[in-house]
């Protein structure tokens, strides 16, 4: 029905910058504009943190203030993509980072990928 991957993971010194990519595919994401996508991570030994979010249009946008001013988030509505552009990474942005997706009309995310790791060394 739908299916979310993500990709754009990997090690980087602190600083540096990485850009995540969570592609939508499948008869669900048909209207993928009715759909808000959502950035998330869980770092070893801790639980699951929200980092960034954005509405079907593109112009509702939210960001965590552990990301604030860092990271980025945007879409392609054309190719069925969010990004999460994440600079000035830091040693704590390292996790594991999932996108999930949840229709207009719903308040549960409904569809997870299956995660991109993020391991930023000191």
């Known amino acids: 029905q739908g299916q979310l991957i993500e990709s754009g993971g990997g090690l980087v010194q602190a600083g540096g910058s990485l850009r995540l990519s969570c592609a939508a595919s499948?008869?669900?994401?048909?209207?993928?504009?009715?759909?808000?996508v959502g950035w998330f991570r869980e770092a070893p030994g801790s639980g699951r943190e929200s980092v960034a979010a954005?509405?079907?249009?593109?112009?509702?946008?939210y960001v965590a203030d552990s990301v604030e001013g860092r990271f980025t988030i945007s879409r392609d509505n054309a190719k069925n993509t969010v990004y999460l552009q994440m600079n000035s990474l830091k040693p704590e942005d390292t996790a594991v980072y999932y996108c999930?997706?949840?229709?207009?009309?719903?308040?549960?995310?409904?569809?997870w990928g299956q995660g991109t790791r993020v391991n930023v060394s000191s």
């Open positions: 499948g008869r669900s994401f048909i209207s993928f504009i009715n759909y808000a």
């Open positions: 999930a997706g949840k229709h207009s009309s719903t308040s549960e995310y409904k569809f």
């Open positions: 954005i509405d079907g249009s593109g112009r509702g946008k």
